[in-house]
């Protein structure tokens, strides 16, 4: 399973951005799907997943901002990032969770930059 993440870069506080991870290889639709994201010093840690079935579920630091959805035509996932703020700013990594065998694999990370 190979994961490609993009559509990271620059923004000022309270704009907005939209990433994307596109999944390939031998995956399947079915698996849980997850971003998240490490800022310079910290831990990585999850903002929001989506399973097959459309249910979404976010760290509460997004909330009401950050909107995770999945197009299984284009094997893509997405996170549509609103009102963002500097404490935005980090490394945002996508994650396919293959619950089967509880087995997961990284994109390789885009990163997310919020100016003041």
């Known amino acids: 399973v190979q994961l490609q993440a993009s559509g990271g870069g620059l923004v000022q506080t309270g704009r907005s951005l939209k990433l994307s991870c596109t999944v390939s290889?031998?995956?399947?639709?079915?698996?849980?799907m997850r971003w998240y994201r490490q800022a310079p010093e910290k831990q990585r840690e999850l903002v929001a997943s989506i399973i097959s079935s459309g249910i979404t579920n976010y760290a509460d630091f997004v909330k009401d901002r950050f909107t995770v959805s999945r197009d299984k035509s284009k094997s893509t996932v997405y996170l549509q990032m609103n009102d963002l703020k500097p404490e935005d700013t980090a490394v945002y990594y996508c994650n396919y969770y293959a619950y089967w065998t509880g087995r997961e694999y990284w994109g390789q990370g885009t990163l997310v930059t919020v100016s003041s």
């Open positions: 290889g031998n995956f399947r639709s079915s698996a849980t």
